[in-house]
T-cell receptor, first 110, second 114 residues
């Protein structure tokens, strides 16, 4: 079993739709959680951190469920520019051991 | 402008040749990383470094060598390139005082081994 698992998708949604991605992790000692965005043939970039109480950044909401060991990303009012691959990242106390999920691909269509 | 830069961005080499990918960061971040990403797959950690002269293996270190004589540089060497090492390689850095620090990536080095 992989340490971090994501549904690869692809998720194909119309503009304006709400879409949610989940990511499960196996290491219960994990301390920090992030969502990264990667555009085709580009480097990953931080989208948002995920806090225990949940957090929101505009149209994006991230949630953490430690009991069930998963994090989620909700995108409301999808835009064409949201089309990308979304990677979840799980980090224990040693930042050198960050583990990336394989990513979930989102395509937003007109 | 501060950042993390990789060179070369694109490289074609022959099987058996030695190849070095360079990585330079201007933030004085403690941690540096090398990942590879194969088509349609996720990032896999090759090596990382917590500070100058400190390196450690990641998930897929075989066939690679790293060094970190200066904080800002973290070169990755393929000692004898194989076709299976055809991939895009991302260098990254993080301040990492604790586990909550962002990892910043370079633009990637696209390597083809023929």
């Amino acid at each position: 079993r992989k340490e971090v698992e994501q549904d690869p998708g692809p998720f194909n949604v119309p503009e304006g739709a709400t879409v949610a991605f989940n990511c499960t992790y196996s290491n219960s000692a994990s301390q920090s959680f992030f969502w990264y965005r990667q555009d085709c043939r580009k480097e990953p970039k931080l989208l948002m951190s995920v806090y225990s109480s949940g957090n929101e950044d505009g149209r994006f909401t991230a949630q953490l469920n430690r009991a069930s060991q998963y994090i989620s990303l909700l995108i409301r009012d999808s835009k064409l520019s949201d089309s990308a691959t979304y990677l979840c990242v799980v980090t224990p106390t040693n930042a050198g051991k960050s583990t990336f999920g394989d990513g979930t691909t989102l395509t937003v269509k007109p | 402008d501060a950042g993390i830069t990789q060179s070369p961005r694109y490289k074609i080499t022959e099987t058996g040749r030695q190849v070095t990918l360079m990585c330079h960061q201007t933030w004085s971040h403690s941690y540096m990383f090398w990942y590879r990403q194969d088509l349609g797959h996720g990032l896999r950690l090759i090596y990382y470094s917590a500070a100058a002269d400190i390196t450690d293996k990641g998930e897929v270190p075989d066939g690679y060598v790293v060094s970190r004589s200066k904080t800002e540089n973290f070169p990755l060497t393929l000692e004898s390139a194989t076709r299976s090492q055809t991939s895009v390689y991302f260098c990254a850095s993080s301040e990492a005082r604790d586990a909550g620090n962002t990892i910043y990536f370079g633009e990637g080095s696209w390597l083809t081994v023929v």
